[in-house]
Nanobody, 120 residues
Framework: QLQLVESGGGLVQPGGSLRLSCAASGFRVGYSAIAWFRQAPGKEREGVICISSSGGSTNYADSVKGRFTISRDNAKNTVYLQMNSLKPEDTAVYYC?????????????WGKGTLVTVSS
């Protein structure tokens, strides 16, 4: 059964850092494109960043460039989202999603999300 489980969310102060994890089961992250999306209260879901099967990353959101990075541990079958210099506007439920090989195109599988709150 294909499954994605996010973890690592929580409350962090502005300027702080947080690392989210996306653990996959039922398929190999190394053969997949894994993306992070987020949905803030009252707003539509937006793409944040994606890593393709080749390891290249694609930023979907200009607002996170230079602050968020994506990485992958094939041995743990897990993808990470490192978030630095967090701002209140980064507050959202963060979801990971997967599709085969490339970051372009709609995602096929979704996790249930983890809440990140940036507040003092």
């Amino acid at each position: 059964q294909l499954q994605l489980v996010e973890s690592g969310g929580g409350l962090v102060q502005p300027g702080g850092s947080l690392r989210l994890s996306c653990a996959a089961s039922g398929f190999r992250v190394g053969y997949s494109a894994i993306a992070w999306f987020r949905q803030a209260p009252g707003k539509e879901r937006e793409g944040v960043i994606c890593i393709s099967s080749s390891g290249g990353s694609t930023n979907y959101a200009d607002s996170v460039k230079g602050r968020f990075t994506i990485s992958r541990d094939n041995a743990k079958n897990t993808v990470y989202l490192q978030m630095n210099s967090l701002k209140p506007e980064d507050t959202a439920v963060y979801y990971c999603a997967a599709r085969y090989y490339y970051c372009s195109g709609p995602m096929d599988y979704w996790g249930k999300g983890t809440l990140v709150t940036v507040s003092s």
